[in-house]
């Protein structure tokens, strides 16, 4: 008889489980239990809703760098085609989890025992179990939060109408694509960050250059700025500030991070060990006997694209299949107008690096006036002469980063990067020149 495999969690990293298992093996048989909607944070209230609303501010600010051409902004248009995009419906998501042979079950999943969960009034039996419960929001602990009604990265991607202030706590990815967003849409931006630079996972250079640009564009940046407590009067939050004063607005966001999705689930039945960063698992995406993770809940990195990567890696396990994830070069793209692209190792420990600037290469001139800056920063192995990191800044730079990832993925020698033909005009261009600069 066909196994039972039961995935708990219906997310972009439970459906890329499901449609890899299904490909390997047809009759399996398999049951998708998920709590929301099918399609998870990623489909509804994060990458899906945040990149649809960028898009339009993107345009708009690019023609104001286009001569000749202008561009007017129509919020309820942008939040309209927001809504058309991701629609707070998952029948198509549901149809599509039907059609590869799965039965979805919703509901709050339990495990109960080994081999048994629970959903509602509902008991599953499984012989391979896929916990694929995503991540929460992680808020800090600032006095007056809960009594605050704040809105978290949900609540900002839903929003239909721009708030006329707005103060954002946290200037990571999703602090910074939302401070931009709003400061383009009409909001007064603040963005308050802790530490002395924001972007503070990305090389500093980055985060510096995008400052600058954002205080180009009128938001105000509080550094080195720790939030102590919120407070609520006459319709406007204050959020009172370590080592700065305190900002009001109408509105205000907390983006301090993510953590694993693992309270409730009745993990303390398994033989699974759960640490502060998540679920662990081993290369293979094993938590224990019988029992895998992928995704945000094992921590490893919040990323919908990684967690697609170890839903496929698990799913050959579960079939039979031998085969381990590899984290080298994990590359990752911030969608801030520059974009934001980085992937491998960047720390620059035992590395040589070089840095190229956007300005210098002929497509910067044909794609905006005047020049915004942007870069091409390279990190090598100087005894293997092979590339470990990247950092990229610039237009689309998310899409063009991926001959870098797969470069340091195959460990392909510099000298073959510099021997690379780039097309012409393009800002891949940068590549060659930095390739070129590296002291090796």
């Not at 058309?84 to 590869?100: H, R, T």
């Not at 383009?184 to 802790?194: F, N, P």
């Not at 080195?224 to 319709?235: D, H, L, Q, V, Y």
């Not at 496929?312 to 590359?331: F, H, K």
């Amino acid at each position: 008889m066909p196994r039972q495999v039961v995935v708990l969690g219906g997310g972009v990293t439970g459906e890329a489980f499901l449609a890899a298992l299904r490909r390997y093996d047809k009759d399996i048989r398999l049951t998708l239990v998920e709590h929301e909607l099918v399609g998870g944070e990623c489909s509804y209230w994060a990458c899906i809703p945040s990149k649809t609303l960028l898009r339009p501010l993107e345009l708009a600010f690019r023609a104001r760098f286009a001569p000749g051409v202008t561009a007017t902004v129509d919020p309820v248009q942008v939040f309209k085609w927001r809504d058309e995009v991701a629609e707070k419906d998952d029948a198509s998501q549901v149809e599509w989890v039907q059609e590869l042979g799965a039965e979805v079950v919703k509901g709050t999943g339990r495990i109960v025992e080994p081999g048994r969960l629970e959903v509602g009034d509902e008991t599953l039996e499984y012989d391979e179990l896929m916990i694929a419960t995503g991540s929460v929001p992680s808020l800090p602990p600032i006095e007056g939060l809960e009594e605050a009604a704040v809105w978290t990265s949900r609540e900002a991607t839903s929003a239909s109408a721009v708030p006329e202030s707005l103060v954002i706590v946290g200037a990571g990815a999703v602090g910074c694509e939302l401070a931009q967003f709003y400061a383009r849409i009409g909001s007064r931006v603040t963005l308050v960050q802790s530490g002395d630079f924001i972007l503070p996972r990305i090389d500093r250079d980055a985060g510096d250059l995008l400052a600058g640009i954002f205080e180009e564009e009128g938001i105000d940046i509080r550094l080195n700025a720790r939030a102590k407590r919120i407070s609520r009067s006459e319709g406007r939050l204050r959020l009172e500030l370590e080592g700065d004063e305190a900002p009001e607005a109408t509105n205000l966001l907390v983006a301090t991070g993510r953590r694993p999705n693992v309270e409730g689930l009745g993990l303390e039945h398994l033989d699974v060990t759960v640490a502060e960063d998540g679920i662990e698992v081993d290369d293979r995406l094993s938590a224990g006997k019988h029992v895998w993770a992928a995704g945000d809940v094992t921590g490893v990195a919040l990323f919908t694209h990684v967690g697609k990567y170890q839903g496929r890696i698990a799913a050959a396990n579960v079939a039979g299949r031998e085969r381990r994830a590899d984290y080298r070069a994990l590359p990752s793209a911030i969608f801030t107008d520059p974009q934001v692209a980085a992937v491998g190792d960047t720390s620059g420990e035992g590395t040589v690096s070089s840095k190229w600037d956007l300005t210098k290469v002929s497509r910067t001139a044909t794609y905006q006036r005047p020049k915004r800056p942007g870069f091409v920063k390279l990190f090598a192995d100087p005894q293997r002469k092979v590339l470990v990191g990247a950092v990229l800044v610039g237009p689309d730079s998310g899409e063009w980063l991926g001959q870098l990832t797969l470069a340091i993925r195959a460990e392909i020698p510099v000298d073959v990067l510099r021997d690379t033909i780039q097309p012409f005009p393009t800002f891949s261009e940068a590549i060659f020149f930095a390739a070129r600069e590296l002291d090796l």
